[in-house]
């Protein structure tokens, strides 16, 4: 066979090994330099998005992918481009290292806004499926303890009660846990919820039948609740959308913040934070 690109899905019955090309959010490769890239073998049995994709990049390159885009097939040999961040540090190559990094290079500056949240929904949407727990129905690899002390930084800026709309908010698990945790300390928040992947929102109405009006199908990026409502507070990951529409997402999430509430921006990872943007403050987005 011939090294050719592609576009599209294959079969995965068809795809035996694969060729990783990590970006990082500032479009630098983050493969480690070398005379290969990183290649793996899909195990029998195994789905090659859903199982290789979203465990080799994690054990070989401490890199956790959030999109995986097939950009080039050489018959049972397929190349992907992933999306994401590393989880600690490490080296980088260039787009002259290897030729195949050209390609996908330009395969993931050429993705259209459509093509970006469409990538999003085919990996995020199966693999929170399949978690057997709440924690990993809401993409976090770790029990309810580790959960909380990724995740609780967030109630830090909770300044008063209000209401919580969570972009983003696969299985409803954070709006479950803000809620609990503000209320031991005293805060009384009411959270809401949106998401770009439909199955996960059915999920979340499942697990939270006494809120499950209050979480809808939405994009971030145009999202305007039926009712008119505003938001005491608005949290939300920059990922949820491509990377140069980060400040137009700002700026609208800024117009469902009511007076004196805040927009809180997390980042995940090793060291996750939160921070806050008061609309109206100066430097603003």
Known sequence: MTYRLIEGDPDPSSVRRITFVPFLPDGRCAARPGPELLTATVNEGDHYLLDTCLTVPVDALAYRPQRVHPFAADGDHLYVWLDGDRTGDGPTASADDFPVVRDGLASFREQSDDGYYAD???????????????????????????????????????HRDGTFLDVGCANGLLMESIHAWAAERGRTIEPYGIDLAPRLVGLARARLPHWSDRIEHANAIDYRPQNGRRFTFVHVLPEAVPA???PDLFRHLLTLVEPGGRLLISRYGDSPTTSTITPGASGSP
Do not use: C, K
Request: aromatic share 8%; charged share 35%; net charge positive.
């Open 244 to 246: 140069r529409r980060r």
């Open 120 to 158: 999003n929904v085919r990996l995020l949407e199966p693999a929170y499926l399949r978690g057997a727990t709440p924690q990993a129905g809401s993409g976090f690899d770790g029990d309810a303890d580790r959960w909380r002390a990724r995740r609780e930084q967030i109630v830090d800026h909770l």
